[in-house]
């Protein structure tokens, strides 16, 4: 089954260390996003990537790092720069082109002490 | 820059009742695209419902309709016969066509609560 997949589904990490979201995509899109959620705030855009060795900042990148080295995997680090990094985060997909709708992951909801 | 509003934080409605969320939108555009997208309890969004800004018909999708207004830059969806499984928290979306940029901005949401 084509999809998005989001590894692992709750996260728990200690104050100071980096961490690492996984976002995989067997859809073949072209487009990659990541997104945080917080309550009443909707979703924020952190990092999007349209095609493979690119990719731009959103509107809350500081204290997040991606890479886009395969069209299948956008990961997310969250480092010790952000400083509120307890969230829900969406990982998101589109063809890129025309009509285009994006696809979303089950998230991943990060806890840190 | 563009902008989504939904001032509804929270609705209910009665089952088998029809609801309308409401969704307006700031734009110099004149190409876009709107979408309703739907996060149950699960919290998996789920595209309900798009509107491409270059058509005046309203998009429909079974109990699914949105009522487009593009020079009021308003965009509601109306849920009728209402079921239990529609509740869920909703959110509007905004993206550009003219941008070259596949970005999409998002409302704050609105959570539909629906009373047996």
């Known amino acids: 089954d084509g999809g998005i997949t989001q590894s692992p589904k709750y996260l728990f990490r200690k104050e100071g260390q980096n961490v690492t979201l996984s976002c995989e995509q067997n859809l073949n899109h072209d487009a990659m996003y990541w997104y945080r959620q917080d309550p009443g705030q909707g979703l924020r855009l952190i990092y999007y990537?349209?095609?493979?060795?690119?990719?731009q900042k959103g509107d809350i990148a500081e204290g997040y790092s991606v890479s886009r080295e395969k069209k299948e995997s956008f990961p997310l680090t969250v480092t010790s720069a952000q400083k509120n990094p307890t969230a829900f985060y969406l990982c998101?997909?589109?063809?890129?082109?025309?009509?285009?709708?994006?696809?979303f992951g089950p998230g991943t909801r990060l806890t840190v002490t | 820059a563009q902008t989504v509003t939904q001032s509804q934080p929270e609705m209910s409605v009665q089952e088998a009742e029809t609801v309308t969320l409401s969704c307006t939108y700031d734009?110099?555009?004149?190409?876009?695209?709107l979408f309703w997208y739907k996060q149950p309890p699960s919290r998996q969004m789920i595209l309900v419902i798009r509107?491409?800004?270059?058509?005046?018909q309203n998009a429909t999708e079974n109990r699914f309709s949105v009522n487009f207004q593009k020079a009021a830059k308003s965009f509601s969806l109306k849920i009728s016969d209402s079921q239990l499984g529609d509740a869920a928290m909703y959110f509007c979306a905004y993206r550009s066509d003219t941008s070259g940029t596949y970005k999409y901005i998002f409302g704050t949401g609105t959570r539909l609560k629906v009373l047996a």
């Open positions: 734009t110099s555009e004149s190409d876009y695209y």
């Open positions: 990537s349209q095609i493979v060795n690119d990719f």
């Open positions: 509107q491409e800004a270059y058509k005046q």
């Open positions: 998101a997909s589109s063809i890129g082109q025309g009509v285009d709708e994006q696809y």
